[in-house]
């Protein structure tokens, strides 16, 4: 819509602190046309619902291969790519909170006045009314339940490419042909995120929405960093009472996906991880069992994902190493990243190197 591509940032440091990462060490393989192959098996990933993820990054702005020119042409690349799954509802978290507070608020303050009436004019009836409906108002006020609301879950998988690339000239069936190639580490990592689904807001009771409305406002407290992020939470009496002018269920939306944004959408990869385990907190035990075989599907995402690309780099890689013949003498060299990379020829079969469970709670 007109909007510039975000620049993705995340280091190795961040991802190695994923629920899951993959790493791999790839040899001889150029890397415009690796991120290209990885891009395709991001996106090929599917589940019940067809294709899973939509692909963050571009080679324009999210691959970046830097020219050092010292003897020969070599130089640094690293790029990075991102990948996150439509919102799906995972299950109900639950809350309590008083199906009746308002309502009693408001009778309390009635029967104070009916009281405050009755001795005025020492009328017996308007007492009694008083007296009998500030009880009733007081037991309204004072009972509590639990309700439910609906849970959604999001995968985000990242990768990492980092390295050292050179401009070759190699020879096949009587050609010479100047290419680049890269010996890279890459790390494949992924996570889940929680967040509330304000989309089914209006099938919850007014006095139910609010309480899950102040309660994202605590949870939005714990975790954010600055003390300027946090806001006042209100409870008690007045609070009840202040319900009645405060049942539209659009506020109701528009108050808990701005902060929603802050915590999860728009928010630093700390904040999310955060939020996730207070919400994780509000799952039933049956449900917290289906997220984690959830994430056991998305660990297997990524193990699929990195095998694919250690048999595409065993295919792709340099090959006949024999041929390789020195620097070129191009002054146009490849280290452009202008310049096409279709034909890139093979080299090395490594395995991965290495592979480890992260798990934060």
């Known amino acids: 819509m ?69 003897g020969e042409k070599t130089g640094m690349v690293q790029g990075r790519m991102r990948a996150t799954s439509e919102w799906v509802e995972i299950g109900m978290g ?33 007492i009694i009314v008083g007296v009998i409906a500030g009880a009733a108002s007081g037991y309204g006020y004072s009972q509590k339940e639990r309700d ?22 190699t020879e096949a069936r009587n050609q ?20 509330v689904d304000s989309g089914a807001l209006n099938t919850l009771d007014w006095t139910f929405r609010r309480e ?50 802050k915590l999860v959408r728009n928010a630093p990869f700390h904040y999310r991880m955060r939020y996730t385990e207070l919400l994780e907190k509000q799952l039933a035990p049956g449900t917290q069992d289906g997220l984690d075989r959830d994430r056991q599907n998305l ?15 065993e295919r792709e890689g340099l090959e006949h190493t024999s041929n390789v013949t020195g620097s070129s003498p191009n002054e146009d060299p490849q280290l452009n990243p202008d310049v096409s990379d279709d034909n890139s020829a093979n080299e090395d079969n490594p395995a991965l190197d290495g592979e480890s469970d992260n798990t934060q709670r």
Request: hydrophobic letters at 35%.
């Open 2 to 70: 007109g909007k510039d591509p975000e620049k993705l940032s995340f280091s190795r440091q961040d991802l190695r602190k994923a629920t899951k990462f993959v790493e791999g060490d790839y040899t001889g393989i150029n890397p415009r046309s690796f991120y290209r192959k990885l891009k395709r098996g991001v996106e090929e990933v599917q589940n019940e619902h067809g294709f899973k993820y939509n692909v963050d990054g571009n080679q324009d702005e999210d691959l970046d291969i830097s020219s050092e020119d010292v």
């Open 94 to 126: 639950s809350l309590e909170y008083r199906p009746y507070g308002p309502h009693g608020a408001l009778g309390v303050i009635i029967s104070v006045t009916l009281l405050v009436r009755g001795l005025a004019s020492s009328s017996i009836p308007l």
């Open 148 to 169: 439910s609301f609906p849970i959604i879950r999001q995968d985000m998988i990242r990768t990492l490419m980092t390295g050292e690339v050179s401009e070759r000239t």
């Open 176 to 195: 010479t042909r100047t290419d680049i190639f890269a010996n890279m580490s890459v790390v494949f990592a992924g996570d889940s995120f929680v967040a």
């Open 212 to 261: 899950l409305v102040n309660q994202i406002r605590q949870w939005n407290n714990e975790v954010v960093d600055a003390e300027q992020q946090k806001v006042a939470v209100e409870d008690g009496f007045v609070w009840q009472l202040k319900g009645w002018g405060d049942r539209d269920v659009q506020s109701h939306r528009g108050t808990i996906e701005g902060f929603q944004t």
């Open 299 to 313: 660990r297997a995402e990524l193990e699929q994902l990195a095998e694919d690309i250690n048999v595409y780099v």
